[in-house]
């Protein structure tokens, strides 16, 4: 069955509650994986014939494991007290709203508590996303940003992620920020929240708060097509970055700043 034909069962509202971004990548899912189309809480099943969900298929697996992780770390969290560790982490914690932690993540708004965790007031589904919050939170929180700036390869242990990281963060920037006006360059700085920093041997650098304690910075350089040199992108983390992520979260940061920066230049 074609996509098309199951999309026309769901509500397109695209409400995210079945765990897919759109009702368009649900109905895929569906034709494409197996995918239960009960998963929609809205689905219409009368006239629609999908084959039955198929336990344990590939595609789930990874889900399952990341739902799993997520429940084990809001046992982890649940013990913690949110009001004592807030300016650790550069979180605000509202009186009148025990429990809640307020903060920024690549400048949209957070809203922590032990039960769930909201986007711009809207529940956060991806479960990528709730993980690396779930771990930010986590640590504690650890020394201030030093504005000691290293890259992945100066970190400890860090081998096995610095092509991944280039891969996804740095080589899918560099395309994406090639050639654009410093009018949209500065507009992308605005939404990110970022600052621009002054770097004369290079296009561009930016200082993006992914999350209040983990700034990362950009150094753009442009293509110099007469002279053979493509666009590249470097990213730079600050020196005690390890106190509030892991490697692979950290590695997440980047790919998930690059996804937004590409998103928002269009």
Same mark, same amino acid.
């Not at 032990?114 to 991806?126: A, G, M, T, W």
């Not at 242990?157 to 990281?165: A, G, H, M, V």
């Given at each position: 069955m074609h996509p098309f034909d199951i999309l026309?069962?769901?509500?397109?509202?695209?409400c995210s509650k079945c765990g897919h971004p759109t009702?368009?990548?649900?109905?895929?899912?569906? +034709?494409?994986t197996g995918e239960d189309a009960r998963r929609c809480p809205f689905i219409t099943l009368d006239g629609l014939q999908v084959a039955p969900p198929q336990a344990g298929t590939l595609e789930e697996i990874p889900r399952k494991q990341d739902l799993a992780l997520i429940e084990h770390l809001k046992k982890k969290t649940a013990a913690l007290d949110l009001h004592a560790i807030a300016a650790g982490l550069g979180a605000t914690a509202c009186g009148s709203e025990p429990g809640i932690l307020h903060f920024k993540y690549l400048g949209r708004r957070v809203r922590f508590s032990?039960?769930?965790?909201?986007?711009?007031?809207?529940?956060?589904?991806?479960p990528r996303d709730q993980i690396l919050l779930y771990n930010y939170v986590f640590s504690g929180g650890g020394r201030r940003p030093a504005n000691d700036w290293i890259g992945m390869e100066s970190l400890p242990?860090?081998?096995?992620?610095?092509?991944?990281?280039t891969r996804y963060c740095e080589e899918k920037? +560099?395309?994406?920020?090639?050639?654009?006006a410093p009018a949209a360059l500065q507009d992308i700085a605005q939404r990110l929240e970022a600052v621009v920093e002054p770097d004369p041997s290079a296009t561009l650098a930016l200082t993006v708060p992914v999350l209040p304690m983990i700034p990362e910075r950009i150094i753009f350089w442009d293509a110099e097509p007469e002279d053979g040199f493509p666009a590249k992108v470097k990213v730079l983390f600050d020196r005690h970055v390890l106190d509030f992520l892991d490697l692979e979260s950290l590695v997440f940061t980047a790919e998930r700043m690059a996804e937004y920066i590409i998103e928002i230049s269009g």
């Open positions: 026309k069962h769901t509500p397109k509202t695209n009702c368009l990548a649900f109905a895929a899912a569906v +034709a494409k032990k039960q769930e965790i909201r986007l711009d007031d809207e529940p956060l589904v991806d242990n860090s081998i096995s992620k610095i092509k991944t990281l920037l +560099a395309p994406c920020l090639a050639g654009l």
